[in-house]
């Protein structure tokens, strides 16, 4: 293709498209009467909005989450502590790492948890379960259906992540909704530098009160089931080497005790009869030092073990919690009232647009 007429057909394009431009404008600016008046309407609409819209109150907790690197067990510990059915080769091992705990936060387990949890509201005890259903107003909606208006939840429904009482499949589903509505919707939970180990966790609600309560409750129960998962395995080595060095002294200090009965038992023995004082004194006597052999070396590794108990357990430091007044998202009317009127107004001439380039095409 000749370049001349290629730049003639670049430049008959680039005038079309000026030219529809300017065709538009005209016929919006003709049309300045409805946009404005729709503009004015959006504002109402905005002003209103934002006028009626209940407050979202957030509540805000941020801690410091520090763990004591692996270091491969304890190494060259003596092997009675096998012998003891001891596992000294590591702790909590790598059931969770740092990041996990983000996870955690999104759990059913938790948030039903949490959600069973009574806090104490003007002296009285209140699921946090009934508060949600509560101030979002279910029991209403549920006026309908009687085996929702009627369904209660009780305090110990769910222990170590099961439930106690007989399995209600009501009950459960809307304990799933709730869960899930709360994920999506209530809670967000995040590093907000992900260089440093600080977690912050955000529960946002139009009631103050159950968002304060619902976050303090859940960091606590999250934290600590973090804790006791990372450190579970060492805690019973320390439990079980406690039971056995404390079985060891016993005996042993039967041991002492035996050999000095014997000997208060046979006050004017017969020379001729040692053997009624001496193998029961030895024999008692060799017990004694063979336990206090054992006892020792248990000791030193039940010591052992509670150190690498404290190093395993990871140090969960709260840095800020939500106080009293809550922070709050509020939309301002000015705002809710220019965002409502820019949003119509541009509908209004998109709207205008598509019905102008509709006809055109139709003539055409």
């Not at 504002?43 to 763990?67: M, N």
């Not at 006791?228 to 039971?243: D, R, W």
Request: charged share 20%; hydrophobic share 45%; glycine share 6%.
């Amino acid at each position: 293709m000749d370049e001349s007429k290629l730049v003639q057909e670049n430049e008959v394009s680039l005038k079309g498209i000026i030219f529809k431009i300017y065709e538009w404008w005209d016929y919006l600016l003709s049309k300045w009467l409805i946009i404005m008046l729709f503009g004015i309407l959006g504002c109402i609409l905005g002003f209103t909005y934002a006028h009626f819209r209940k407050p979202v109150y957030i509540a805000t907790t941020t801690f410091v989450l520090e763990e004591e690197k692996e270091s491969g067990g304890l190494g060259g510990l003596s092997g009675l502590a096998m012998m003891a059915g001891v596992d000294l080769a590591g702790g909590g091992g790598s059931i969770f790492q740092g990041d996990n705990i983000l996870g955690l936060y999104k759990s059913r387990t938790m948030l039903e948890q949490t959600l069973l949890t009574a806090v104490d509201i003007s002296g009285k005890n209140q699921l946090l379960v009934e508060r949600y259903i509560y101030f979002n107003k279910l029991r209403e909606k549920w006026q309908k259906k009687p085996e929702l208006l009627n369904l209660r939840f009780n305090a110990d429904s769910l222990r170590d992540g099961h439930f106690s009482l007989t399995p209600n499949r009501l009950r459960d589903s809307i304990l799933g909704v709730i869960v899930t509505d709360i994920n999506k919707n209530y809670l967000t939970v995040a590093k907000p530098d992900k260089k440093l180990s600080t977690i912050q966790v955000d529960v946002k609600a139009k009631d103050e009160f159950f968002a304060k309560s619902f976050n303090n409750e859940l960091v606590k129960n999250v934290n600590q089931f973090y804790i006791n998962t990372k450190t579970k395995k060492t805690l019973q080595n320390v439990q079980i080497l406690q039971h056995k060095s404390d079985s060891v002294r016993s005996v042993m200090n039967g041991a002492i005790y035996s050999a000095a009965i014997v000997a208060d038992a046979t006050p004017n023995l017969n020379p001729t009869k040692q053997v009624q004082r001496v193998a029961p004194a030895q024999k008692a006597q060799f017990s004694a030092e063979t336990n206090k052999v054992i006892l020792a070396e248990m000791v030193k590794n039940l010591e052992m073990t509670k150190v690498s108990l404290l190093k395993e357990t990871p140090l969960i430091q709260v840095v800020d919690e939500p106080i009293y007044p809550l922070t709050v998202d509020k939309l301002s009317k000015i705002k809710g009232g220019l965002l409502g009127g820019l949003l119509l107004g541009f509908l209004t001439v998109f709207f205008l647009l598509a019905k102008l380039i509709i006809k055109t095409v139709l003539a055409n």
